[in-house]
């Protein structure tokens, strides 16, 4: 039972760039986020899952595109990379909201 | 926007004392309240958690303090340790809309 599992863990994008981070699960969870983590700011939400083919927006979307094609993944795209997206992204994922969630160990995310 | 207000930023204590971190909220469809613990390079990790119709819950040195008409909750750290050094994060979880909300989030440090 590997948890929640974060591809890559740590990545340096050029602005302008694109990619997808990575988010496994295997706990058979609905219920899947995205968070990403500044100093000060703590952890505000990007895009959420309640199930597979269902997916919304959280605090900060600009700039970021989720799919739920499976109940075990859930990747995050960035479009085209800005500085501002320098940050540390969290996955995360709980069998029920009120369950308390379960996170990856981040991917740390550099745009230069 | 940040839904829930944490304090202080950060945290400093002693060996043996006393640790309280503080949140508020204003949104009344939040009926969740967990707060997190989070150590370098690390994900959070769910510590302790209540629902708005319990006034305190504790687990071992851990104490969480409701009060819902002041809408403010608290963890308190008692007999603080220095392996209780880390970054917490109060949360609330949004009835309806099936999304977890974060504070700022403590930085605490135990004093050996």
């Known amino acids: 039972n590997a948890g929640v599992t974060q591809t890559p863990k740590f990545q340096v994008l050029k602005t302008g760039q694109s990619m997808t981070l990575q988010c496994a699960q295997d706990?058979?969870?609905?219920?899947m986020s995205w968070y990403r983590q500044d100093p000060g700011m703590g952890l505000r939400l990007i895009h959420y899952?309640?199930?597979?083919?269902?997916?919304d927006q959280g605090e900060v979307p600009n700039g970021y595109n989720v799919s739920r094609s499976t109940t075990e993944d859930f990747p995050l795209r960035l479009l085209s990379a800005a500085p501002s997206q320098t940050s540390v992204y969290f996955c995360?994922?709980?069998?029920?909201?009120?369950?308390?969630?379960?996170f990856g160990s981040g991917t740390r995310l550099t745009v230069v | 926007q940040q839904q829930v207000k944490q304090s202080p930023q950060s945290l400093i204590v002693q060996k043996g004392g006393i640790s309280i971190i503080n949140c508020a909220y204003e949104?009344?469809?939040?009926?969740?309240f967990p707060w997190y613990q989070q150590f370098p390079g690390k994900g959070p990790a769910l510590l302790i958690a209540?629902?708005?119709?319990?006034s305190e819950k504790k687990e071992g040195r851990f104490t969480i303090s409701f009060n819902k008409s002041a809408k403010q909750f608290s963890l308190h750290i008692m007999d603080s340790q220095p392996g209780d050094s880390a970054t917490y994060f109060c949360?609330?979880?949004?009835?309806?809309?099936?999304?977890?909300?974060f504070g700022q989030g403590t930085r605490l440090t135990i004093n050996p």
């Open positions: 995360a994922s709980s069998y029920g909201g009120r369950r308390g969630y379960t």
């Open positions: 706990m058979n969870h609905e219920y």
């Open positions: 899952s309640v199930g597979a083919g269902i997916t």
């Open positions: 949104n009344t469809a939040f009926d969740y």
């Open positions: 209540i629902r708005p119709d319990v």
């Open positions: 949360a609330a979880w949004i009835q309806g809309a099936q999304k977890l909300v």
